[in-house]
């Protein structure tokens, strides 16, 4: 069992920027890939970016491609996703996701909003 906290969501204006914080607990955290996802309202959940076990290999949605970068620090237990040049249609909650063969975790999400 894995055990995933988000934190740094908040209210920002267009053009902002936010960096998000996820601090796993349970088992070993270097077993698992990493992702963020997002989910707005009327909406699908929406894959934003993952990092890879060791941190290596990254891969990001189209739609944030250039503005966001995930990171882990697998001594400490975090993945963190810095955002930057955000636009209104960021908002949303965003969930951080814990994945290895058929083991999916998720946390609680944290909300983004983004003013126009």
């Known amino acids: 069992q894995v055990h995933l906290a988000e934190s740094g969501g908040g209210l920002v204006q267009t053009g902002g920027s936010l960096t998000l914080s996820c601090k796993a607990s349970g088992r070993t955290f270097s077993t698992y890939a990493m992702a963020w996802f997002r989910q707005a309202p009327g909406k699908e959940r929406e894959f934003v970016a993952t990092i890879s076990r060791a941190g290596a290999n990254t891969l990001y949605g189209d739609s944030v491609k250039g503005r966001f970068g995930i990171s882990r620090d697998n001594a400490e237990n975090t993945v963190s996703l810095r955002m930057i040049d955000l636009k209104p249609e960021d908002t949303a909650v965003y969930y951080c996701?814990?994945?290895?063969?058929?083991?999916?975790?998720w946390g609680q999400g944290t909300q983004v909003t983004v003013s126009s």
């Open positions: 996701n814990a994945h290895y063969v058929v083991e999916d975790y």
